[in-house]
T-cell receptor
Framework: RKEVEQDPGPFNVPEGATVAFNCTYS??????FFWYRQDCRKEPKLLMS???SGNEDGRFTAQLNRASQYISLLIRDSKLSDSATYLC?????????FGSGTRLQVQP | NAGVTQTPKFRVLKTGQSMTLLCAQD?????MYWYRQDPGMGLRLIHY???????AKGEVPDGYNVSRLKKQNFLLGLESAAPSQTSVYFC??????????????FGSGTRLTVV
């Protein structure tokens, strides 16, 4: 079983749609949680951290459920520029552990 | 304001050849990491370092060696390249306070093809 699991997608959504990604992690001792964004053939870039209380950054909302070992990302009012792969990431044993990513394609 | 710099950006090797990938960071970060990314696999940790002179194995260390002789540099070596090592390699650095991780920055990647 992978330590961090994501639905690979792709999620094809029209501009303006709301889309949600989910992620589960296997190690209950994981310490910190993040969503990264990766554009094709580029390096991953931090999108936002994820907290149990939930946190929002503009159109993006992230949520952590430690009891269920589940992380979510909600994107509202999707833009063409949101098209990318979204990586769920947890800190375990002093290093980031990545999910395989969920690909989002926003269509005009 | 370079951040994390990887060299080279592209390389083609023949099976059995050796090479070293260089990662340099100018942010005074203690922690440095080497990842590889294959299609559909996400990023997998090869080796990491929590400080100058120290290294540790990650998830997929076989076939690779690393060195951290200076705080700002982290080298990844392939002694005898194999086609299975064809991948995109990313270096990253971060600093840590207690159990909190900050400033995770990635280099732009090295695309390695082994033929």
């Amino acid at each position: 079983r992978k330590e961090v699991e994501q639905d690979p997608g792709p999620f094809n959504v029209p501009e303006g749609a709301t889309v949600a990604f989910n992620c589960t992690y296997s190690n209950s001792a994981s310490q910190s949680f993040f969503w990264y964004r990766q554009d094709c053939r580029k390096e991953p870039k931090l999108l936002m951290s994820v907290y149990s209380s939930g946190n929002e950054d503009g159109r993006f909302t992230a949520q952590l459920n430690r009891a269920s070992q589940y992380i979510s990302l909600l994107i509202r009012d999707s833009k063409l520029s949101d098209s990318a792969t979204y990586l769920c990431v947890v800190i375990y044993r002093r290093a980031l552990t990545f999910g395989s990513g969920t690909r989002l394609q926003v269509q005009p | 304001n370079a951040g994390v710099t990887q060299t080279p950006k592209f390389r083609v090797l023949k099976t059995g050849q050796s090479m070293t990938l260089l990662c340099a960071q100018d942010m005074n970060h203690e922690y440095m990491y080497w990842y590889r990314q294959d299609p559909g696999m996400g990023l997998r940790l090869i080796h990491y370092s929590v400080g100058e002179g120290t290294t540790a194995k990650g998830e997929v260390p076989d076939g690779y060696n690393v060195s951290r002789l200076k705080k700002q540099n982290f080298l990844l070596g392939l002694e005898s390249a194999a086609p299975s090592q064809t991948s995109v390699y990313f270096c990253a650095s971060s600093w840590v306070t207690g159990t909190s991780y900050y400033g995770y920055t990635f280099g732009s990647g090295t695309r390695l093809t082994v033929v």
